[in-house]
């Protein structure tokens, strides 16, 4: 039987029939690890956001919110190793 991208045909085209999706094993500390780092910044993100309005004066807080907007748009490295390197681990883990 031939696989596609994980995803093994029906045996019959008349009928519509459900998708079955294969993977690999990976290693649960990878995978840990992956989500550590996707989850780990985005509430980091929102705990600096939280702190800053509860810590600093208002005008400071529109400085820091200004600022995470200005490096949101603005790519430092688009190559970087790091960077890379990082995007390639948690993509890796995650689809696989």
């Not at 208002?58 to 919110?65: A, E, M, P, S």
Request: hydrophobic content about 60%.
């Amino acid at each position: 039987m031939e696989e596609m991208n994980g995803i093994l045909p029906s045996s019959s085209s008349d009928e519509p029939s459900l998708a079955i999706f294969t993977s690999k094993l990976v290693s649960p500390i990878h995978t840990f690890f992956a989500m550590i780092i996707w989850l780990g910044s985005v509430h980091l993100i929102l705990l600096l956001i939280v702190a800053s309005f509860l810590l600093l004066p208002f005008y400071q807080y529109l400085l820091v919110l200004g600022m995470l907007v200005v490096l949101m748009f603005i790519p430092i490295d688009e190559n970087s190793k790091w960077g890379l390197a990082i995007a390639r681990l948690i993509l890796f883990v995650l689809i696989k």
